[in-house]
């Protein structure tokens, strides 16, 4: 029954995850020859500094609430009890945190008119309980929310959006939605619990270990938010639309790995609180582990092989230093997938927070150093080298602390044939180009065979692997 429910929620929230990236990617190649690049920092730099306040204002919540919610979940009393402790300070934080925002767009905005338009972002910030739903695993619920809210935003885009001087009109429709699927969820959740008045004790018992998971919080927005904020101030609009149409599209693979440890997270937590076996708890974390890799291989290393041809589709002229782009920061898929299931599955569902804020931070550092280094010089190509970095550094950090206990060695192993297939089908296949005229159909040439040459040797190699192992008698 659990591994069924596992399977559901993975495939709702997978559709949660990529209906955020689908849809936008639908739009992608419309707005690069609409606004342009230009046009597409401009809007990337507005919403950037916008969603840091947003950030600011749900502290730990994705995490800490999540999982408190997933812990007590089946005590009707407690939820309600402990949902309405949290979100008053949530709530608390979004008047305070909107108030300063403002101030911003007043003194220091450079464009006050996509500065006051993601105020929308900002206050989502107050109303997001998208923590609770995940807490209560309703992927169900936030899966069809998006979807539909996401369409009918991808619709205003093509109705209204048509030159470059409608930047403003991009921003709004994004992220006026955005506000509008957070508003939504306000009375969803309301029907799962009661009213309980919280106390003053009971809302500030919350406010150090939510501090405490906001603090990886904000050592990934270093590398995944802050690299964009430095990226516009210390370069171009130009080079800060080649990197944000560049990770539009690495957002896919990360789409699929994030929605099974969102998935994973409460349904560990829970596992614990009951005390169930330790051996199931191990098998998800390996069959976790071997997911994906073979996501993140297969649709990182296809991405490069076909790089070029798919930045000649898909984005047109212009953007050609987004191929060079996705060479250096793909890569760092790999890393993020294997961190993220010992993130969600091993060291938040045991409260090993410490590690966990050490490891991201040590990341964080590191980015922000080389952000500082290169974007100057390489500009778009300087951040993306830092966000590789980061991605691998804060990897191998986790990986060293639980090594031993969570069989990091074994499951590296299993990890080999994921890699090695993406590795080969890059090589032989990148400078691969099939002789027809037409671009599109020579990219979904080029498409079929390097996937169907990394399925084989896929197959391959799990299958000697087998034989090995039948060999031995393991």
Not at 121 to 149: C, K, M, N, P, Q
Request: overall charge positive; glycine content about 6%; proline content about 3%.
């Amino acid at each position: 029954m659990i591994n069924t429910r596992i399977k559901t929620n993975f495939i709702f929230n997978a559709i949660y995850e990529l209906s955020g990236i689908i849809i936008p990617l639908v739009t992608l190649p419309y707005l690069t020859r609409t606004i342009q690049a230009g046009g597409l920092g401009e809007f990337s730099f507005a919403y950037s500094v916008a969603y840091y306040f947003y950030i600011f204002i749900r502290l730990g919540l994705h995490s800490y609430g999540n999982r408190t919610i997933a812990y007590i979940k089946d005590d009707e009393i407690a939820l309600s009890r402990v949902f309405f402790e949290l979100y008053v300070f949530q709530a608390f934080m979004g008047i305070v945190i909107t108030a300063i925002y403002l101030g911003y767009c007043f003194l220091f905005a450079i464009n006050k008119e996509l500065a006051f338009i993601s105020a929308f972002i900002v206050l989502s910030g107050g109303i997001d309980l998208t923590w609770a739903l995940y807490g209560l695993e309703e992927f169900r619920l936030t899966s069809v929310r998006d979807v539909l809210t996401k369409i009918g935003a991808a619709v205003c885009v093509f109705a209204f959006v048509k030159n470059s001087d409608d930047v403003w009109k991009y921003s709004l429709i994004y992220c006026s939605s955005f506000f509008f699927r957070q508003l939504i969820s306000l009375p969803i959740v309301m029907r799962k619990v009661h009213f309980i008045k919280p106390t003053v004790s009971g809302v500030l018992s919350h406010i150090k270990s939510n501090m405490i998971l906001f603090l990886p919080t904000i050592a990934v927005s270093i590398y995944k938010t802050m690299d964009k904020i430095m990226l516009g101030a210390m370069s171009n609009d130009k080079e800060l639309g080649y990197y944000h149409a560049s990770e539009n599209v690495i957002m896919v693979p990360l789409a699929l790995i994030t929605a099974l440890g969102t998935v994973m997270l409460p349904r560990i937590s829970n596992m614990l609180s009951n005390e169930e076996s330790s051996k199931e708890t191990e098998d998800l974390f390996s069959k976790s582990i071997v997911f994906d890799m073979f996501i993140s291989s297969s649709i990182c290393f296809g991405i490069m092989t076909v790089s070029k041809e798919f930045v000649q589709v898909f984005f047109g002229k212009g953007f050609e230093k987004c191929n060079k782009i996705f060479l250096i920061i793909l890569p760092s898929c790999i890393f993020l997938a294997f961190a993220n299931v010992i993130r969600t599955q091993y060291l938040l569902p045991r409260k090993k927070d410490r590690l966990f804020v050490l490891s991201l931070f040590s990341g964080a550092i590191i980015n922000l150093i080389l952000n500082i280094i290169l974007i100057p010089k390489y500009e778009s190509i300087g951040a993306a080298i830092g966000t590789l970095t980061a991605e691998a550094m804060v990897c191998i950090v986790q990986a060293a602390y639980v090594y031993k206990t969570a069989k990091i060695g074994e499951n590296l192993r299993k990890s080999v044939p994921y890699l090695i297939s993406g590795i080969l089908m890059y090589v032989l296949f990148r400078g691969y180009s099939p002789a027809v005229n037409n671009s599109i159909l020579a990219l979904f040439i080029k498409i079929l065979i390097s996937g169907f040459f990394y399925l084989l040797m896929l197959g391959v190699q799990l299958r000697l692997r087998k034989l090995y192992s039948n060999i031995l008698g393991r």
